[in-house]
């Protein structure tokens, strides 16, 4: 057996007078069971120990040998084992001065429960008084969870506790197992109380009582600074801190959370190797040094770094190693009791997305195996139903030309920032052949410069006239195709059961991905302009005007984003007119446009 | 995209007055750094060059350094990045602002729309365009051909600047609109003021070609004239060089608000 000492001093920003414990620490070496207890002197530690070691001689577990530092109370407590009153002949083993080694156990017992400890204190949110008040509650509870860990001893796989005791603890059940920081209700009403007085209040759950039944549990209470211990709780399943109350001083070291642990989620090899490389870049220079040391960044699959944001890396105290140990321990004694809440530290999303990198684009395999796919397949539906029969036509597969180049098409998924689920249907216009499928004089279209926008912008606002913002749904699919482009495409993936067997896809118009769609687009919207009566500007393409009597309106294109400018009942007119040839969305009142806000303060004019 | 600066990328705790260092200007020597830092310097230059184009005038020229080193760049360019990046995120509120300073009804067509531009050159060649005072035109360029002198840089900033306000001036008349002429456009050296209004060639800029010739022809015919100006009254100066945080805050706040 393994024993070691370690005192605990009053820290100085604590007010409170706390008691300075001596926590000592014995570890079996066969099992490795730690086993911590508590102490306000250290010579009160000699009986206790006696004690204990004449209970295990009597369950037929006798200790023989003992190591422990050479100091003056474990001197004392050798001559009192080995003296009259107890006589026990244990064999004690002394480490050499300066050599801690050789009491490695005990050292090490440390450092393990106190790290746990620091998980636990970190997954309950307690503030840095509580931390500090309820130490010893932590380490006792750390180690009996430690004792709990499957280990294998002798070809013998079974808790540390078995291997040493031979049987688990009263409390060790699945039933019973609770994780630190529980809430819970603990009854008070005496009968003689009055009538309508609450019934119990609300306590803590720091440990088991190891000398009760296994249902036994210790309750703290932060308002009376009581512990009782009782069986009679009513179980809260959420934390007795909340997260919002933490209340922590702020750390003010420059600390930050290294997630290097977590980078291992990377099973590729290639990978590995960037990662290897970036940390080798990290040391080669200070400054590189430093940036590898701020970016608390996760290297996904693809190699793109996830940076926490800054307003959740301000709070120093994520630590993000202390969460996967958390995380890891809240497995460990949860078998089957569920709080999730022990296991979310410091993660929340708040009012849109937690980061931007969750708006990104996602492929068809990849959501039907997501937990959105009823959503996703929805939006898949709806973008189907405006595409078919319109944009293609269904032809035998016998039709076809011999030798013809088959398209095919992918769906692709996004998430717009408006938190709606967009599916759009994209020809892979990369296997278009040149001459054939297309020409190559019609694969980019003109937009407008920004020059442009800007002089509209400010033409209407030197007349004060309504900017809007008028957006053509499915933009690409009004293009047509010039007279010799026949272009057969393959049923998209997902409808490949749904739709007639033996057909393939004779495309009508230039769906998305399609290298002439830009221009055909263009095309169209230059034939829309003149059918309301705009005329383009010979100078940029795509700004069209009109003259009549209530004066200049204007228009200008950005791909499907228009934008028109005039006067108020000329900008209505318009978009009617527009509205009865296209599909359009009305966005009303410019606010934003090229993904730039706009602010209009007509008054500042 | 702010928030997209915000969450995917790595801000200094520091918030910088101006988007680079005053008086520096990025050196191109140095340790190339890994392909994966790399593509996260790329994408944050491609977001701000958007940015400079569309909402933020005032990082042009710190974003016309980075952007010359989308291959090869070094630590100090990512430095630099994430400078830009931070000054872009805290003066989130401020943007390109269109101030004209008179009214129109929205039907004269005789109504003298008025056009002027300023252009400096330092590092690089920045000039301005309003229309009606409101900010129009703001770019930092780097000069297509080496110059031999600072009159010969002017001329160049000078002849980018005449080419925006010339295609101002097309549009604007492309709509039926009429613009005031001579436009008028501002330059803080002497030299090249006197060698736009003059046919003079021979001294030192007998090898300058026929670009000044274009602004000759265009001041014979009445559409354009040169003026100077003192240079400290030079917003253009801010697309040139990487200025003080005095001189780049009193310009700025005439872009920006």
């Known amino acids: ?605 | 995209m702010i928030q997209s600066f915000q969450d995917e990328f790595n801000l200094p705790n520091k918030i910088p007055i101006t988007p680079a260092v005053p008086n520096t200007s990025l050196s191109h020597v140095g340790e190339v750094i890994s392909n994966s830092m790399m593509s996260y310097y790329r994408k944050g230059v491609g977001k701000l060059l958007h940015m400079c184009r569309f909402t933020k005038p005032s990082i042009q020229n710190a974003v016309r350094d980075l952007s010359r080193r989308v291959k090869g760049a070094t630590i100090e360019h990512i430095d630099a990045m994430q400078r830009v990046t931070n000054y872009c995120v805290a003066a989130k509120d401020k943007g390109w602002v269109l101030r004209p300073k008179r009214t129109w009804n929205g039907k004269d067509k005789s109504f003298a729309f008025l056009l002027d531009g300023k252009s400096d050159s330092d590092y690089a060649v920045g000039y301005v365009g309003y229309l009606e005072g409101s900010l129009i035109v703001a770019r930092s360029v780097v000069q297509k051909r080496s110059a031999l002198s600072t009159t010969e840089v002017e001329m160049y900033a000078l002849v980018s600047c005449v080419q925006d306000m010339i295609y101002l001036k097309q549009l604007l008349e492309s709509m039926g609109l009429t613009v005031k002429t001579p436009i008028i456009i501002r330059v803080d050296n002497k030299g090249t003021v006197d060698l736009a209004n003059g046919w003079s060639t021979g001294g030192n800029l007998k090898h300058v070609e026929v670009r000044q010739l274009l602004i000759r022809d265009l001041r014979e015919e009445g559409i354009l004239r040169v003026e100077w100006f003192p240079g400290a009254e030079n917003e253009s100066d801010i697309f040139t060089k990487n200025t003080t945080s005095q001189m780049f805050q009193k310009h700025a706040s005439l872009l920006e608000a």
Not at chain 1, 310 to 321: E, G, T
Not at chain 1, 328 to 342: G, I, P
């Open chain 1, 1 to 605: 057996m393994f024993i070691d000492i370690l005192p605990f001093k009053q820290p100085s920003d604590i007010k409170d007078k706390l008691r300075n414990l001596n926590w000592l620490i014995c570890v079996d070496e066969f099992s490795g069971l730690i086993q911590s207890s508590f102490y306000d002197k250290k010579s009160s530690i000699g009986a206790a120990l006696c004690n204990y070691w004449v209970d295990s001689k009597a369950k037929g577990k006798p200790v023989t040998r003992v190591r422990l530092d050479n100091s003056g109370e474990n001197k004392a407590l050798e001559t009192l084992a080995n003296g009259p009153q107890f006589a026990l002949g244990i064999h004690f083993e002394f480490t050499a001065r300066r050599t801690p080694q050789q009491n490695s156990l005990a050292e090490r017992g440390f450092t393990t429960i106190l790290f746990r400890a620091k998980a636990i204190m970190h997954a309950t949110y307690l503030s840095h008084y509580w931390k500090y008040f309820l130490r010893n509650e932590v380490f006792m509870y750390a180690s009996m969870m430690h004792g709990l860990e499957m280990v294998e001893r002798n070809g013998s796989f079974k808790s540390r506790y078995e291997h040493h005791h031979d049987v688990l603890p009263k409390w060790a059940k699945a039933g019973n197992l609770k994780s630190f920081g529980e809430a819970g209700v603990v009854k008070s009403i005496q009968p003689t109380d009055a009538k309508l007085n609450y019934r119990g209040s609300k306590y803590m759950f720091i440990g088991y009582s190891n000398k009760h039944s296994g249902d036994t549990v210790r309750m703290f209470c932060a308002k009376q600074k009581s512990v009782i211990v009782t069986r009679d709780v009513v179980w809260l399943n959420k934390m007795y801190f909340p997260l919002t109350d933490q209340g922590e001083e702020s750390v003010s070291d420059d600390r930050v959370p290294v997630i290097e642990d977590s980078v291992s989620v990377t099973d590729d090899v290639d990978e590995d190797n960037d990662v290897e490389a970036d940390r080798e870049q990290g040391n080669s220079s200070d400054q590189a040094n430093r940036l590898s040391n701020v970016t608390p960044a996760v290297v996904t699959r693809s190699g793109r770094r996830v940076v926490l944001p800054r307003r959740y890396r301000d709070n120093d105290d994520n630590d993000v190693a202390a969460t996967v140990v958390s995380n890891y321990y809240a497995q460990l004694m949860m078998h089957d009791l569920t709080s999730n809440e022990v296991c979310l530290v410091g993660v929340g999303i708040r009012g849109g997305y937690f980061n931007t990198n969750e708006v990104h684009t996602m492929t068809y395999k990849e959501e039907m195996a997501s937990d959105e796919r009823v959503e996703w397949k929805e939006a898949i539906n709806k973008e189907w139903n405006q595409l078919d029969q319109r944009v293609w036509k269904y032809v035998d597969r016998d039709q076809v030309p011999a030798g013809t180049t088959m398209l095919d098409s992918v769906w692709v998924l996004k998430k717009k920032s408006n938190r709606k689920k967009k599916a759009r249907l994209n020809a892979r216009g990369f296997k278009q052949i040149e001459g054939k499928h297309y020409d190559n004089s019609n694969i980019s279209s003109p937009t407008v410069s920004e020059v442009s926008i800007r002089v509209i912008l400010t033409l209407a606002l030197m007349a004060n006239m309504a900017i809007h913002v008028v957006d053509i749904q499915g933009a690409f699919l009004h293009g047509e195709f010039s007279d010799d482009e026949n272009l057969f495409m393959e049923i998209p993936e997902g409808f490949k059961d749904t739709c007639p067997a033996n057909k393939v896809l004779l495309l009508l118009r230039t769906i998305y991905g399609l290298k002439q769609a830009a221009k055909a687009f263009w095309k169209f919207l230059l034939g829309l302009m003149k059918s309301i009566g705009c005329r383009r500007s010979n100078v940029d393409n795509c700004v069209y005007y009109k003259w009549d009597e209530s004066g200049l309106s204007l228009l200008a294109s950005w791909v499907d984003d228009l934008i028109v400018a005039g006067e108020e009942d000329t900008v209505s007119h318009q978009k009617s007119k527009l509205k009865k040839i296209v599909p359009i969305d009305d966005c009303g009142n410019m606010d934003e446009y090229v993904g730039c806000k706009v602010d209009i303060d007509r008054d500042e004019r």
